[in-house]
């Protein structure tokens, strides 16, 4: 059981938009940056947002974040099939004095 | 550019001592804003955090595991690594390191990943 709690999958057709929660608690997202990681199968995760809304260099703006109390939303717009993967979220929780990750998000374009 | 690369056996036998070692290129272990952590996931399942250290040596730890890992860093040799002790097969996963800015605001870059089984 994930500390973080993220649906266990969306979907959406090529050139829409999807979303992502990412719910926690007042001791981890509450407190905390977000940060979101994409998996693309058989690879490692790779960072896609970091401090609740902010695009490393590379990503490009189609990939968004946002923070609202003890939930995080990560938004994908003009969606393509290179985007299915799975997402997850990511936070430091006070109480555990340790990393917490949600369950993940798979995403399919249908 | 910072890279990351985990190393170690892919095989332990039940109730050992699972070892791996990340090795850092392109940057110092050194840093005081970073940490540099162990992450794992077991085939199918999602990501689980398992501890850090930095350049001092201080440690965090998830507490489910805290009984049973250690995580120290090498920064002669600009190494961290991992020992997880009397593993069982609910250890069996692909372990990855990573860098992580203190505080856990993010993780990255990520090493490759490995794959620990452990089985007889």
């Known amino acids: 059981q994930s500390v973080l709690t993220q649906p266990p999958s969306v979907s959406a057709a090529p050139g829409q938009k999807v979303t992502i929660s990412c719910s926690g608690s007042s001791s981890n997202i509450g407190d905390k940056y977000v940060s979101w990681y994409r998996q693309l199968p058989g690879t490692a995760p790779k960072l896609l947002i970091y401090?609740?809304?902010k695009r490393p260099s590379g990503i490009p703006d189609r990939f968004s974040g946002s923070k609202s109390g003890t939930s995080a939303t990560l938004g994908i717009t003009e969606l393509q099939t290179g985007d299915e993967a799975d997402y997850f979220c990511g936070t430091w929780d006070n109480s555990l004095s340790a990393g917490v990750f949600g369950g993940g998000t798979k995403l399919t374009v249908l | 550019q910072l890279q990351l690369q985990e190393s170690g056996p892919g095989l332990v036998k039940p109730s050992e001592t699972l070892s791996l070692r990340c090795t850092v290129s392109?940057?110092?272990?050194?840093?005081?804003?970073?940490?540099w952590a162990w992450i794992r996931q077991p085939p199918g399942e999602g990501l689980e955090w398992i501890g850090n250290?930095?350049?001092?040596?201080?440690?965090y730890y998830n507490p489910s595991l805290k009984s049973r890992v250690t995580i120290s860093a090498d920064t002669s040799n600009n190494h961290f690594s991992l020992r997880v002790n009397s593993v069982t097969a609910a250890d069996t996963a692909v372990y990855y390191c990573?860098?992580?800015?203190?505080?856990?605001?993010?993780?990255?870059?990520w090493g490759q990943g490995t794959l620990v089984t452990v089985s007889s």
């Open positions: 990573a860098r992580q800015r203190t505080g856990m605001d993010w993780l990255d870059p």
């Open positions: 250290v930095d350049y001092r040596g201080e440690t």
């Open positions: 392109g940057g110092s272990i050194s840093n005081t804003d970073y940490f």
């Open positions: 401090e609740n809304n």
